[in-house]
């Protein structure tokens, strides 16, 4: 006769709990984003490209993700959230850790010796660069020159194949 294996009922639903719990995360680790968009982001301060820092947004010590973060730092806003709704600049700066207002970024702000100016899509932006809305393959220019040189936007910028 054949002797069957019989485990305990708490051992069985322990089981059971851990591999739906497996399921669960497998599936949301490969299921679609509703919300998944980039945008390029550039500061400039003369003609000198500062760098937007890689892994912002994402906690290094438990890798959780904010829906608005970076990885690397060629200034590419990656937009993953499960929930479809707007994301603005102002939510990136605020993962940051820097102010954006409309007359600076951080420390560096219009002065009578500094000019403060914002392009999206290489066109002048007037309004508050915190509220600016990311969209696909947006570029926002943040460019401070000299008072009295005339700021222009850096080339636009090219978007690897993968985007």
């Not at 806003?77 to 700066?93: I, K, W």
């Given at each position: ?18 591999l ?10 490969v ?20 760098t ?93 020159t ?12 090219v ?5």
């Amino acid at each position: 006769m054949t002797k069957v294996f019989e485990l305990p009922v708490w051992a069985v639903l322990t089981a059971t709990a851990v591999l739906c719990t497996g399921v669960v995360a497998l599936a949301a680790g490969v299921a679609p984003v509703p919300e998944h968009l980039h945008a390029h982001l550039t500061i400039s301060i003369n003609g000198a490209e500062q760098t937007v820092p890689a892994n912002t947004g994402i906690d290094a010590v438990t890798g959780v993700t904010q829906p608005l973060h970076t990885h690397d730092t060629t200034g590419i806003l990656h937009v993953e959230s499960a929930v479809t709704r707007d994301f603005e600049l102002g939510q990136f700066f605020d993962e940051w850790g820097l102010p954006l207002t409309l007359t600076g970024v951080g420390g560096v702000t219009s002065s009578p010796t500094e000019t403060f100016t914002v392009f999206v899509d290489q066109k002048p932006y007037t309004g508050d660069p915190a509220d600016i809305v990311l969209t696909n393959k947006m570029d926002i220019d943040l460019v401070f020159t000299p008072a009295g040189t005339p700021a222009s936007p850096p080339a636009p910028f090219v978007w690897p194949a993968q985007y």
